[in-house]
């Protein structure tokens, strides 16, 4: 038992396991089904981003990607453009917004290397011209999913939402990448001293132009699977997957400084993201209270995950 | 003296061929747009271009170009706008950032002799005209359809748009007049879908487990194709969801209709208002006399206008009307 509450990334299962329980209290048990497969489906793709950016982060001090949400827009468009429809080519788009999202990544770590740009201007300015080409490819219109697509992101396995099958396959890998692998410990080790690293004679730049490029292949995977979940690709639908990514990490007791990360921490947060909001609208708070909520919410379990790392350090 | 001969000459023979459109073919009007990354704001751009790109050329005005921010932030629009005086346009027609963050740039604009209409995003700024939209009234609209196709009332789920923007508040409070005026509904959850159908979808299934049976959702736009795709995933009878003008929205009604008969109205503004806005500006610049408040007319569609709608729909647009000169024309008319 203490051996699990020594782990980082408790404190966000615990404030998840709560928020669930005070929501399905209000019908005194009756949504239970509803909202827990409401919760998984939706934290998968927070889940999805949500590991990527964690491993951009892991890359020490300054490290994030912050073209996440302009990746998933335009991995979406092309992808549905091209598919058209038809059930036929869903590999093809997958193909294609696999490509799209190691597109992005390659020229997100080209600019931080070959330029010597920060990664976060890197990053946002290379959103941006992902953001226009989005629009221009298709000029905001929305074109339906092939129905096999539509009905895989949206049905259930054994009464799992395929989608959070899916998101936790990857997780899965991800965990694999980074406790079993030496690509794992490699980017752990850039994260805690970049210079020792480099003397310890890891390859630092192929490490970090591979993270950057996971992070976006990721992103475009997301961005294909949502569009086909919520029936077409729209230009703002990455929007709120930027500060999502970034808060699901650090809720979930990555260090923000890099170095130290963890897989199930950002199942935790995503669930938990996800149904704080259902908890406090359940409960007909009004918008103003809600997001001060949240915020205090937030800022509470970051506060007892960090507060459990000083103790032990 | 030569240059002088020769713009009165060929005034003469512009006043003589169209004798009401020389007033205004030597001006130049600049679309001054915060945003353009959704699908209202693209079908808003494109029908500008539509109706602005004829009246250049037969000369109704000498030029009409569109310029949109990239950040959506009222510093930057107020610099854009700074650029267009200096620039020498003689008309800026502007969809704001803010209602008042734009306003010292607006004055300036003014001050400049530059005439300024707002629409949609509207400025406060005195020396701008304002076409505005009644969207209390939008709000209002749904719950008397929704009365008077659920005569015996029920349950309502209401969908808000982005928390803190006017828009949502007016929309909302309209909808709130609706249901005190209607006391047969109550609204038992409000979420916000930030007018985006994958917003509302997540909002919508993460209250939905928590509510009682729901009779209908009212919505702001945008956001009704998302709360049908969260109902539909449960087990619920469908509730009339009132639409936004969205063509996902549409198709999904029609489908519906064709499958069940399911009825109920979809309410917005068309994105051509921005040619509305154009053809004011015209009118100003033309020397006519147009009052500092307009309204916007709805573009409301209804089961038996549904499918000629949908047909003038582009795939993945909103239902849209771009006006002509005659319509400016008889919206001026009837604010005075």
Known sequence: MKALFAKPWIWSFVAAVSVWLATIGVTGGASTVGLSQAALTFAAFSVLVGIGQMFVITLGPGNIDLSVPATMALAGTVALKYMDGQNGLVLHGLIIAIFIGGGVGTLNYALIKALRIPPIIATLSMSF????????TNRGLRIKPPQVLADFTTSTSLGIPNIALVALLMSAVAWVLLHRTPYGRWIMAIGQSLPAARMAGIAVDGNRFVTYLFCAILAAICGYLLACFSGGAALNMGSEYLLMSIAVVVIGGTAVAGGDSNVPGIWGASLFMFLVVSMLNTYGVGAGVRLIMTGVIIITVILLASGRKDAIR | MNTRTMLLASATILAVAMPALAETSDKTIALSNNYAGNSWRQAMLTSWETITGPAVADGTVAGADAFTTAENQATEQ?????????????????NAASP???NGAVKEACDAGITVVSF???????CAWRIAVNFKEMGRSQVEYLAGVLPEGGNLLEIRGLAGVFVDDEISAGIAEGVAQ???????????????QDVAQKAVAGILPSLPEIAGVVTQGGDGYGAAQAIAATDRPMPVIVMGNREDELKWWKEQK???GYATMSVSIAPGVSTLAFWVAQQILDGNEVPKDLTVPFLRIDQ?????????????????????????????????
């Open chain 1, 129 to 136: 011209v992902v953001q226009s080409a989005a629009i221009w």
């Open chain 2, 78 to 94: 107020a610099a854009q706008i700074q650029n267009m005086i200096l620039q020498g346009y003689n008309a800026i027609v502007l």
């Open chain 2, 100 to 102: 008042t963050a734009l």
């Open chain 2, 120 to 126: 949609d995003g509207i400025v406060t700024e005195p």
């Open chain 2, 182 to 196: 209607f006391p047969q509904f109550k609204i038992v959850g409000s979420v916000h879908g930030d007018w985006a």
């Open chain 2, 258 to 260: 064709d499958a069940n």
């Open chain 2, 304 to 336: 038996d206008t549904l499918e000629d709608n949908l047909a003038n729909t582009q795939a993945g647009g909103v239902a849209n009307v771009e006006y002509s000169q005659a319509d400016a024309i008889a919206v001026i008319d009837a604010a005075k």
